[in-house]
Structure formats: C-alpha cells, structure tokens
C-alpha cells in the first residue's frame, strides 16, 4: 500500500465499460492522490451500457447516470479513441505508468461448431446487438429478409435479439436507435422467430422481468407447448428452491394456457425445449435448422436422443454467449477466453505475476454476472494492485503517462469534453424527433464532434 509521503500513483485503465469505470472509481476512492488514465477503443465510454444494452431497457441505460458520476468532476482523465496493442502497446503502457489494468470485456461471439454454422443467413448476436444499438465499427445496415427465423441459446442475449427481431418498429420511435436501424427494423418481414433451448424450462437462464417483457410486446404471441411444463420431480424441485425459476416456469405456464383463438396476433415467439442445433441447412443460404431431440434424465442434465427434426428458417442467430479477445503483449488463456490471474493480478503462462499488469471484468471472470458485479471485481483487484505496488516497482520512462506518445503519432482523442460534446448533439438530434436522443454511429462523426474545439462547437 502507498503512503502519504510516497509519490501519487499513474496508472492506466484500458477499457471505458463499466468494468473499467468501476475500477478507476474503486482506484480512486481508496487512493485519492493517484493520477487515472482511463484509455478507450471506441470514441465513446461506457461500453457494454451503450452498445450492448437493448434501447427499449431504459431502465438498465440508467446505470449511465451512476458512470457518468464516476468520472464527472474527478481525477480520471478519458482518453478514447485509441487502440491499445497497436497504436499503443501494453508494452509501452507498462513503461509510462505505475500499474495497468486490463478491462476490455468480452465482445465478440463464443463459438458455435455445427455444419452450416457459416452459411449466409447464419448470424452471431454479438454482431446483431452491436448493430441495432449503432456500434461504430458494426455494419451499416442489416439484412432483415426472412419471414422465419430460429435463435439458439437460452440466456437473456438470446431473449433480446428474439425481442429486437419480432418487435414493431414503431414501438422505438422513444429509444436512441438510429434512423438508419428503425428504417431496417420497419421493413422487416418476419412472422415467425423459433428459440430453442438444449434443455427444459427449469434450467433456462433468462431473467423474470426480461422473459415477462417478450410476453408484452405489442402484437407478438409467445407460444409454448404445455407438455414442457408438465410437472416432475427436477422441475418441481427447481420452482421450490428457486424464486425466479418459479416466476419463469408460471409464466410460460400463463402463455401455454391460451387458447388458439386468442392468438390472433401477426407475429408470433415459439418457445423449443430440449433442442439441441446439429446443423443449419442449405446450399448457398440458409433455408433450416435441424436439431437433436434431448432426452432429460430428471436432474437437469439431457442427453442426445438420436431423434432429428428439421426446422423451415430462413435465418439463425447464434446467441451461445460471449468471448474476449486476445490483447496483444497481454497473456491469455484461448481455452476461457480470459487472462489468466490471482486476484485479478495478471500470471504469464508459468503462473508468475507480470509486474505492473492487472485486469477485471469479463476478460478477467468470463461473460458471467451483471453489470452491477462489476463493481465487487473491481475491488478485488485494486486491493491487489495497492498491495503489490511497491514489489511491483519498475522506472516509469515518461512521467506524463500516454501524452508524449500521443503527440508524437498524432493520435485524436476524445476526452471527457469531448464526449460530453457528443452527449449533448445525440440529445438535440432526439429533440428535434421529440425523442430524449438519437444515437450517432458514424465513428468519423463521433471522433469530428468530439475533438473540435470549444469555440467550433
């Protein structure tokens, strides 16, 4: 731990989500006098909150407001728009600063190894989600042209893009999505999105709340076979232990309760259990899903049947989790997709400490918890870091942190002003729609807005 007499720390943290956010505060809370450099890839903060977040869940974009007060008015110093490991290296951090946290999160789509998984019409929802929420290096349009669509996983990832896929685009005329995303979504169309999950309604990681929105949405029909909740002793066993699974298990037992009549709506949520992808069908697109027929054997856990049955789509989303990736000059283990680590201070690959390095959030525990978790994450590694510091001691080769290095290859940030600048023309952009916002996704235009000087502004 440093002392009042000791020089104030520099360190870096490489990441604006929240993982990042929370351990610069953390840093900052429990040593005051310490200089934070929060470095970021996009020309934005916030991470995972803005680009990774449903726009109809305002409620959950709410914890901006609790980031934004992490870094308004304080000692950490935003530097976005700057690509660690190529424009700048973990390397060179390492000699700039007393420390560096690693805290790039996970945003790329875990794998998928089933024949087919590559065909056109085949689509990951890691890239869908940075899509719809108008990420600035994801693609500019979508092609949303099928009329049946499958989506496999059974987390809350997987309930959003089915949410996303079969919502009225009019229902986010008040969201900050962008008018290029509300055009897509308005000229989508599909009838009919199919989720299937490997094992039963018992066992499904959805959320209460998040399944209970899909049963809300305006003219969708979310249809479930009654036979998959059909009492037995694992599910039975599950609902008593569990408040949220009885939640989840009652209200799928509402929807398969409905009669046919009643289902009059134009598009319509089919709800698979025990179906596991084998294969996406087609030639040159996609034009089915097969999956295997799994048998449960009453503790949770299913096997295989050997039965097949092939699904007509035109599309499948793949929303079997996330996965960091590799930061060049930072250890990684490929079989997690994490840095390895003890307490969240950073081991090479025979288990020794490299000496200023740290990391947190889901490149350092994997895609698991909410966003609020982040916040205990971070703590354990700043409490390592403090202790370690002085063991960790190296010569700092530029006292000012990334700035000479920034000058000298003529890199543009965006800095808090900056994004403040572009908070606040994403805000007039929604006025003028009688919207609270409008996102810009243009990186170029993020990076003009967020550099100009204050009297361009």
Not at 109 to 121: N, V
Not at 184 to 211: K, M, Q, T, W
Not at 259 to 279: E, G, I, K, N
Request: proline share 6%.
């Amino acid at each position: 731990m440093t002392s009042l007499s000791s020089p104030p720390l520099h360190v870096a943290v490489v990441g604006a989500g929240p993982a990042g956010i929370h351990a610069a505060g953390v840093l900052s809370h429990l040593a005051p006098r310490t200089k934070i450099d929060l470095i970021e890839l996009l020309p934005a903060p916030y991470g995972l909150v803005r680009y990774g977040v449903s726009p109809d869940h305002p409620r959950i974009k709410k914890i901006v407001e609790s980031l934004h007060g992490v870094l308004d008015g304080s000692n950490i110093r935003l530097l976005c728009n700057i690509e660690i490991g190529t424009e700048i290296t973990v390397d060179e951090l390492r000699d700039a600063y007393d420390a560096v946290i690693i805290a790039t999160g996970a945003s790329r789509d875990a794998t998928l190894d089933i024949p087919g998984i590559r065909l056109p019409g085949s689509f990951g929802a890691a890239d869908f989600v940075s899509w719809y929420n108008g990420h600035p290096d994801a693609h500019t349009t979508w092609p949303l042209s099928a009329e049946s669509v499958a989506v496999i996983g059974a987390g809350n990832v997987a309930l959003d893009v089915t949410r996303m896929l079969i919502k009225h685009a009019h229902t986010l005329s008040d969201t900050d999505v962008s008018d290029r995303v509300y055009q897509d979504l308005a000229a989508n169309p599909i009838r009919d999105v199919h989720l299937f999950a490997r094992r039963g309604p018992a066992d499904v990681r959805f959320s209460p709340i998040e399944l209970r929105e899909l049963g809300d949405q305006l003219d969708v029909d979310v249809i479930v076979n009654p036979a998959d909740l059909e009492s037995n002793p694992h599910l039975d066993r599950m609902t008593r232990q569990f408040t949220p699974v009885h939640h989840i298990v009652e209200t799928m037992r509402e929807w398969s309760r409905i009669p046919a009549d009643r289902r009059t709506a134009s598009r319509r949520v089919y709800l698979h259990f025990h179906h596991a992808p084998a294969a996406v069908l087609g030639a040159d697109t996609v034009e089915g899903l097969r999956t295997e027929v799994m048998a449960p054997d009453g503790y949770g856990h299913a096997f295989g049947s050997g039965e097949f049955v092939e699904h007509d789509v035109q599309a499948v989303y793949r929303a079997v989790g996330y996965a960091s990736t590799a930061l060049a000059g930072v250890p990684f283990d490929h079989a997690s997709n994490t840095v390895p680590h003890v307490a969240g201070a950073v081991v090479d690959n025979h288990g020794n400490h490299v000496p200023g390095l740290y990391t947190t959030g889901w490149i350092k525990r994997g895609p698991v918890g909410l966003i609020g978790s982040t916040k205990s994450d971070a703590r354990q590694t700043v409490d390592t870091l403090l202790a370690r510091v002085a063991a960790d001691a190296r010569p700092r080769l530029d006292r000012q942190g990334v700035d000479g290095l920034l000058r000298d290859r003529n890199l543009r940030t965006v800095d808090w002003d900056g994004w403040l600048r572009i908070d606040s023309a994403e805000r007039e952009l929604g006025a003028a729609c009688g919207r609270d916002r409008i996102k810009i996704v243009e990186r170029d235009e993020l990076v003009t807005i967020g550099t100009q000087p204050r009297d361009q502004t």
